[in-house]
């Protein structure tokens, strides 16, 4: 099993910038995929961005150029660099993990954008 836990969200005014953390423990291997979703309630699920084990970067249209995402093997983390923040940004962040035919989540956490 596979355990995630983030940190980082909370309030924060339009314009502003946040950062999240997910920290994998548990069953990992050498080569998985981590990456950030997030979640209006009512509205499905969407892709924030992902990381590859190699540190291939994939980003969604809309956060593109604001968030960064960046992971650290040796610490089995990844981060979620958010700047520019925009009211539409509002949402639970999940990070997750990809290994193999399995994927984890984390618990979420709330950002909020102010306008």
């Known amino acids: 099993q596979v355990q995630l836990v983030e940190s980082g969200g909370g309030l924060v005014q339009s314009g502003g910038s946040l950062r999240l953390s997910c920290a994998a423990s548990?069953?990992?291997?050498?080569?998985?995929?981590l990456g950030w979703y997030r979640q209006v309630p009512g509205k499905t699920r969407e892709l924030v961005g992902a990381?590859?084990?190699?540190?291939?970067?994939r980003y969604a249209d809309s956060v593109k150029g604001r968030f960064t995402i960046s992971r650290d093997n040796a610490k089995n983390t990844v981060y979620l660099q958010m700047t520019s923040l925009r009211p539409d940004d509002t949402a639970v962040y999940y990070c997750?993990?990809?290994?193999?035919?399995?994927?984890?989540w984390g618990q979420g956490t709330q950002v909020t954008v102010s306008s």
């Open positions: 548990g069953s990992i291997f050498s080569n998985y995929r």
């Open positions: 990381i590859s084990t190699g540190g291939v970067v």
């Open positions: 997750y993990l990809a290994q193999g035919t399995n994927d984890y």
